[in-house]
């Protein structure tokens, strides 16, 4: 068990780590739609890459991933075939929001030797979404042009 201090080290060597690894600009929190973002997740289990859909309007949020539904098999055969997408995901704060994410499990934040492989899922997991994201944006973003 590491104390609150080396935990909080321990993350920031993490993520340091990464941007070494991979210095790149991600999308994450600019799609240019408010309150859908990507999003990177690490923790003794498991490792994450999530898009968040959590307009307060649930009707935008209802939208934007119905959009996203729509193109579900163009997300599964030509990007990420593990993606799992959940209209109605419940955060721990009890807050409802939609989660299209893909995880690898059996990894761990606290074990240095996983890094590496951490590393390399969230690079070639995030730039996958972003190339989808990048392909159907205009439509994703579109509220006019129904699903």
């Known amino acids: 068990m590491y104390s609150k201090e080396e935990a909080i080290q321990i993350k920031k060597d993490f993520w340091t780590a990464f941007a070494t690894a991979y210095p790149r600009k991600w999308l994450l929190y600019d799609t240019k739609i408010k309150d859908v973002t990507f999003k990177f997740y690490i923790d003794n289990k ?12 649930e009707e935008k949020r209802k939208i934007y991933y119905e959009k996203i539904e729509s193109l579900k098999t163009i997300l599964l055969e030509e990007y990420l075939p593990e993606a799992i997408l959940e209209r109605n995901f419940y955060l721990e704060s009890g807050k409802v929001i939609s989660r299209i994410w893909v995880e690898k499990l059996g990894v761990s934040l ?4 996983y890094w590496s492989e951490i590393f390399d899922f ?4 995030m730039s996958q979404f972003e190339y989808f994201f990048y392909e159907y944006e205009d439509y994703i973003k579109d509220l006019e042009i129904n699903t």
């Not at 498991?46 to 309007?57: R, S």
């Open 122 to 125: 969230f690079n070639e997991t």
């Open 110 to 113: 606290n074990n240095k030797s």
């Open 46 to 57: 498991k490792a994450q890459v999530q898009l968040d859909i959590e307009p307060k309007d």
